[in-house]
């Protein structure tokens, strides 16, 4: 049996990688190919996510709440020395129409409709209603790191875990996202699967709830239908087998996909940075104004 110092260790969004394309995850992970590059979207949910973490740490410490100085923060940037940021200066709004031009956020998104100054609006409105009382904020931005069946390590942060009078739980995940979760994404999503492995291990007891928090949409989604932990153990057991079988057989076969746009990877996207565009010669040819199934090139 390997010592804990001997186990890899997996975040969500590193398995999640894998799962959308083994290429990207080699290029990536096993390459060590990465970039300090990052998109709107992106930045934007970071700072928004920020101005959360402040909202209901004050509520976890009994401080008085002042929006007036969250809404500065998320409009002028902040660093900040915690686990997860460890002082980098994370950009505000004021930074990021700088860099990203401002018509950006006159852009409709393809899904919503919305423009991001639109969906700015919804989310300022939402960021100064009232917690629900029967669930109080106990951590934010919780760091987790545990043993997973003695096979791998799984690490990560929760955005929010709430927990009410009976000592219950909920995990708030909160997403930047431009659309609604299909409701079969939300049945076992392996998010949520590794947060209710973490709570089980630090809190001896399982979740719930698992609630996405939509906050540009001003719209809740709860996920994990009946039985979705031993499903999502049993997903996450396969994803890491066809990880090893990969490492074994060397071949991390592409996955040529729409998701290849905004791969940093894919030659195709003129945005991607010099360093890393091309590496990878298998991407799709789909953009969003060419929505094909055509690909540069065929993995033989």
């Not at 927990?163 to 995940?173: F, I, P």
Request: with cysteine.
């Amino acid at each position: 049996m390997l010592t804990r110092s001997e186990l890899d260790k997996f975040s969500y969004s590193r398995l999640n990688t894998f799962i959308q394309c083994p290429m990207k995850y080699f290029l990536k992970y096993v390459s060590g190919n990465y970039t300090e590059e990052s998109k709107l979207h992106l930045e934007l949910g970071n700072i928004l996510h920020k101005g959360l973490e402040i909202k209901y740490r004050n509520i976890i410490e009994g401080n008085k709440q002042n929006y007036t100085y969250i809404k500065d923060v998320i409009t002028y940037g902040i660093a900040e020395d915690t686990d997860k940021d460890k002082g980098r200066f994370l950009n505000g709004i004021t930074q990021l129409k700088r860099i990203y031009g401002e018509e950006s956020f006159f852009e409709a998104g393809n899904k919503s409709g919305l423009t991001y100054e639109e969906k700015l609006g919804i989310f300022f409105d939402y960021l100064e209603e009232d917690h629900d009382d029967d669930w109080q904020p106990i951590h934010v931005e919780f760091p987790f790191s545990f043993v997973f069946e003695d096979r791998v390590i799984l690490e990560g942060f929760i955005d929010r875990i709430d927990q009410n009078k009976k000592g219950e739980l909920t995990v708030v995940d909160y997403k930047s996202s431009d659309k609604r979760f299909d409701q079969k994404e939300l049945a076992t999503p392996l998010q949520m699967v590794i947060y209710a492995l973490a709570c089980r291990a630090l809190f001896g007891k399982v979740p719930v709830e698992y609630m996405y928090d939509l906050i540009l949409l001003g719209d809740r989604q709860y996920a994990c239908t009946s039985g979705f932990l031993d499903r999502g153990v049993k997903k996450l057991h396969k994803v890491l087998d066809e990880i090893e079988l990969c490492k074994v057989t060397g071949e991390w076969k592409p996955k040529a996909s729409p998701l290849c746009w905004w791969c940093e990877f894919s030659g195709h996207n003129e945005d991607n940075p010099w360093y890393t565009a091309g590496l990878c010669e298998y991407y799709s040819l789909w953009s969003p104004h060419n929505k094909t199934f055509e690909k540069h090139k065929e993995y033989k």
